[in-house]
């Protein structure tokens, strides 16, 4: 598919999510601006635009997708939600935590959003593009992260570009993304008991460890690759090492000079990217605390340092 398309670069103005919306209402793949990381979206009704989204990204048909919608009286229509859903949902939505519940029977979504499984991933983003190109479509959006499959996640129009240009029809431009971190994703079980599926950037409370089940998407081992070996917990630059800092290690740039966790996640795939296109054959990363955001952080870190054969 790589060249077939001319992708459209779109501003985020009016005009540009009217044209974002025609997109998607003909069947298209769009890259939308969320407060995580950009999505690349198709109407989630459609099983032909979601398969598009699955050949652009060469994405494995065993990963679902997670479902975007407006909010908690949309989710109804397609999912069970037990009452610690509902619960999660009125405390986080519109924001990024993702619900994987039990699928209504008989929903008209595309089978593939679901991988084979009985239950479907549900956000309701809280980005003012995203939310305005769900209002005006009146249709729920299919949107995994905007890049191909297991590398760096973007946070820009520039990343979607980066391994995306001529496999979509257009990305809408709203600059950078202000979390940089996917979403936080909860199983809630049909009896209410919750599983975290991926750390993020909300902490929603006790619950229980991390799920072995590919039942969401960036659970994958080997995850968010730059292309390159990644060495975690640097402290110094060894010999042809690009140096992703943090606090007081200083490198060739810096998650947060100041140690700051937000700062650090929201910047965390740009210098990921930066990494995959300097001259340096290899990149090391500074050790970032494993509390609070930095847990989240450390999961997206130790995927991409992940390898075949490991």
Excluded at 73 to 98: C, F, I, N, Q
Excluded at 187 to 213: F, K
Aim: net charge positive; with cysteine; glycine share 10%.
């Amino acid at each position: 598919m790589a060249g077939k398309l001319l992708t459209q670069r779109l501003v985020a103005d009016e005009e540009g999510i009217a044209r974002a919306v025609g997109l998607l209402r003909g069947g298209g793949i769009v890259a939308l601006p969320t407060e995580t990381v950009y999505g690349l979206a198709a109407r989630a009704d459609s099983a032909n635009a979601v398969a598009r989204i699955f050949a652009a990204k060469g994405r494995p048909s065993f990963n679902p997708l997670i479902v975007h919608l407006a909010g908690l009286a949309e989710a109804e229509r397609y999912a069970e939600l037990p009452s610690v859903a509902r619960a999660l949902a009125a405390a986080h939505w519109p924001g990024p935590l993702t619900l994987v519940l039990p699928r209504r029977p008989g929903v008209a979504l595309a089978p593939a959003i679901s991988a084979g499984l009985p239950t479907i991933a549900l956000r309701s983003p809280a980005h003012p593009i995203m939310r305005a190109v769900l209002k005006a479509l009146g249709l729920p959006l299919a949107a995994p992260s905007a890049n191909a499959s297991g590398s760096v996640s973007p946070t820009s129009a520039a990343h979607v570009l980066s391994t995306l240009d001529g496999r979509i029809d257009a990305v809408l431009d709203a600059g950078p993304c202000s979390g940089g971190l996917e979403s936080t994703i909860v199983a809630v079980r049909s009896d209410g008991r919750t599983e975290q599926l991926r750390p993020g950037p909300i902490e929603v409370g006790a619950i229980n460890d991390l799920a072995a089940t590919i039942e969401a998407p960036g659970q994958l081992a080997r995850h968010y690759a730059p292309g390159k070996p990644v060495r975690l917990f640097a402290v110094a630059r060894e010999a042809g090492e690009f140096l992703i800092g943090f606090g007081m290690v200083g490198g060739d740039v810096t998650l947060s000079a100041s140690g700051d966790l937000s700062e650090a996640a929201a910047r965390l795939y740009d210098c990921l990217h930066r990494g995959a296109a300097a001259p340096q054959p290899r990149i090391a990363v500074a050790p970032v605390p494993d509390q609070g955001l930095g847990r989240a952080i450390n999961d997206r870190l130790r995927r991409a340092a992940t390898h075949e054969g490991r």
